[in-house]
């Protein structure tokens, strides 16, 4: 803006060279801004730069401190998910190129690799001012625990390395960045200040330097120049500071204090306040490690409840709960000279004690296996007696290890509730290996359940008088290369109460083996099978059994059932119901091994049976011993007058056979007639002495 006389307003002549002092002021000050912002460009960006550097380097391990703690528990229990997921959790950051767990047997865990990144300048400056940087580093991990000793144990490591080139990449780019942006800034402040120097001093002074010529004509006058400012937003980034990091605090204080609660979740039991069984192996871990060299006696004690499962059933499981913790406190007080208390299942608790005397100990325990304990529920308050049952096994003499110990532990408590409950027993091999026989079987049988493999062979019965075939006996078999009966298995069906399904199947098998051919036999044909009285007191046995007759059009006059003697069908029931309906519907029931048992004589007088099968043993030694024969002659008597017809078994020779059909005997079974066939085999051998004829 010029005046009349084209002379600028603020004394800024056109075309002038002499530059007034507020245009020097001005070129002062902003040349001043722009150097003094190349400047500090310069030194901020290389100041970021150092502090990026090392704050990403101190970051980096910062992150692998915070996964320390989770990660010594994760290896302290084994817990690979956990250290997988803790690696995981780092694997997106670049700032590494390799982290690695091991374990303290040196085993790896986990690990993430990244590409290394590569560059000269990288290089060369991480060579010159770098060089105290560590790219690798090993974090070996300790756990504490509750021992005498020591405080700690180590339970592995992590190592891991950290890509510094990236590192340096990023600050340069950083450094950059931020030298660009203060240029840019400075550029846009000198501006700025240009304007306010300007408006704020250049004015002013044109004004005053104007007022001082007027004064000095004596036609000054007074003025005021304000500078006004303005306020900053740091108390805002200082308000947003102190929030952000108490949020993180209290994110890292919710996290340890939640990785506590699991530490103790996993070593105490949460009802008693006792520790649990995890916890119990880690002590023996400590006293049982050779590398210890303690030789001392370990003996430990679990102890069962007797029937716990009534209390729970009678009382609920409020007053279960109270009768577990009761039992708990009075196992701890009694027996404070041990070590601690664990609870290893709902209703069995454990002690170990060292360099003790086991028989002192073993009487004490005798003594506390009955108390009684008070319980308060919401509608019941009584005093419930309480029946323990004990175990004991010891160290080194049972076993070595933590987890065998406890096993053997488990085989004594197994002998006290064979020897009837409410008793204490060791530790016995013997019953070990029973037990592990029984589990072997077991595990047979369920596979034989799930996918049959099992067969049937037939052994003839024949008649005396003429050697024709007047049936057979179904017998179960599971090895076409032994012809033996599995009594293993079978003992495990009965003792588990699988035999209901088991016996079923090998029925339907053998009636399924049999319907096709009934019309090439005779009609007093009986094909025999096994049943186990726990079959036989199953309350709808009778009408699956007729259904499955019904579904193969088998008659029932033409099947037999061989019955074992069991005490419990005399006075059961549905014993009687299904031996009355199969009865009428034509099946008859033979009394296997009738001689053998206690109450041969009282199943004659309770239950009425088509046949009398005499066992084996009675026939081996005849005619040789007379004993024998005396007792063969009896029960073919006693068989005639119940009304039931004999079966002889075990016929080995033709003495047997003669004397056997001389004493009154009808039928006979055993090799000297036949072995045990398969049902082609058998058929051959019905075909041979005419007793099957082609239809």
């Given at each position: ?448 359940l799930e996918a049959p493999s099992f067969f049937l062979m037939y052994q003839p019965k024949v008649y005396f008088s003429n050697g024709e075939v007047a049936g057979c006996e179904a017998l179960f078999r599971t090895d076409r290369k032994r012809n033996c009966a599995p009594f293993e298995l079978l003992n495990c069906a009965e003792d588990t109460g699988l035999i209901v399904s088991l016996g079923m199947s090998i029925i ?106 005499v066992d084996r043993q009675f026939v081996k030694n005849i005619p040789d011993d007379y004993n024998s024969l005396r007792i063969c002659k009896l029960i073919l008597k006693l068989a005639k007058e119940v009304g039931s017809q004999a079966v002889v078994e075990g016929i080995e020779n033709e003495v047997h056979a003669l004397l056997m059909q001389q004493e009154g005997a009808e039928f006979g079974q055993g090799y000297h ?16 002495n005419g007793s099957y004829l082609d239809a």
């Open positions: 803006m010029k005046d009349k006389k084209g002379i600028c307003k603020y004394g800024l002549r056109p075309g002038l060279r002499k530059k007034t002092l507020t245009a020097k002021l001005t070129l002062y000050v902003t040349t001043s801004t722009l150097v003094v912002g190349l400047l500090l460009g310069i030194f901020l960006g290389q100041k970021n730069f150092n502090n990026t550097i090392n704050n990403a380097y101190a970051l980096a391990n910062e992150r692998i401190e915070m996964i320390k703690e989770p990660a010594s528990l994760a290896l302290y229990h084994l817990d690979q998910a956990t250290v997988e997921a803790l690696v995981k959790s780092l694997s997106s950051d670049p700032s590494y190129n390799s982290i690695r767990i091991f374990s303290d047997g040196d085993r790896l865990f986990a690990s993430v690799t990244n590409a290394e990144s590569t560059d000269d300048l990288s290089d060369k400056i991480i060579r010159y001012f770098f060089s105290d940087v560590k790219k690798r580093k090993i974090y070996p991990l300790y756990r504490d625990v509750p021992h005498p000793d020591k405080n700690e144990i180590y339970v592995g490591r992590i190592d891991y390395n950290i890509d510094v080139n990236h590192l340096v990449s990023q600050s340069l780019a950083n450094f950059v960045d931020i030298f660009l942006i203060t240029i840019y800034q400075s550029l846009i402040l000198s501006f700025i200040i240009a304007s306010i120097m300007y408006w704020l001093v250049g004015r002013p002074l044109s004004e005053f330097a104007k007022y001082i010529k007027r004064r000095a004509k004596g036609r000054g006058g007074d003025e005021e120049f304000r500078i006004k400012t303005h306020g900053s937003e740091l108390k805002a980034l200082v308000e947003n500071y102190k929030f952000y990091t108490q949020e993180n605090e209290e994110y890292l204080f919710e996290l340890t204090e939640k990785n506590r609660y699991l530490d103790q979740l996993s070593r105490r039991d949460t009802l008693t306040g006792g520790y649990n069984r995890r916890e119990l192996i880690s002590q023996l871990e400590k006293y049982l490690n050779k590398e210890n060299k303690w030789c001392g006696n370990v003996l430990v004690v679990s102890w069962d409840i007797d029937q716990f499962s009534r209390i729970n059933s009678q009382y609920g499981q409020d007053v279960g709960d109270q009768v577990l913790v009761a039992v708990y406190r009075h196992l701890k007080e009694y027996f404070n000279d041990g070590e601690s208390m664990f609870r290893l299942q709902p209703d069995v608790f454990a002690l170990y004690f060292f360099e003790k005397d086991n028989n002192d100990i073993i009487q004490r325990i005798e003594k506390k296996l009955s108390f009684d304990v008070e319980v308060d529920g919401a509608s019941l308050s009584t005093c419930i007696r309480i029946n323990l049952t004990a175990g004991v096994a010891q160290a080194p003499d049972d076993a070595l290890e933590p987890e065998a110990l406890l096993y053997a532990t488990s085989i004594g408590l197994f002998n006290a509730k064979q020897a009837g409950h409410n008793c204490v027993r060791r530790y016995s091999p013997e019953t070990e290996e029973s037990r592990k026989s029984n589990f072997s079987a077991l595990n047979a049988l369920r596979e034989q339907a098998l053998a009636i399924k083996d049999f319907s096709p051919l009934l019309v090439n036999f005779q009609d007093r044909f009986r094909l025999s099978v096994n049943v186990s009285p726990q079959q036989l007191i199953e309350p709808d046995f009778s009408s699956q059994l007729k259904k499955l007759l019904n579904d193969f059009s088998f008659p029932g006059c033409n099947l037999d059932l061989e019955v074992t003697e069991a005490t419990q069908l005399i006075s059961n029931s549905n014993f009687h119901k299904n031996q009355k309906e199969l009865s009428d519907f034509g099946v008859s029931f033979s009394l296997d091994d009738f001689g053998t048992g206690y109450a041969s004589i009282e199943y004659l007088l309770f239950i009425g049976f088509d046949f009398l099968k007639y036949s072995k045990p066939l398969e049902l082609e085999d058998f058929i051959r051998y019905c075909k041979e």
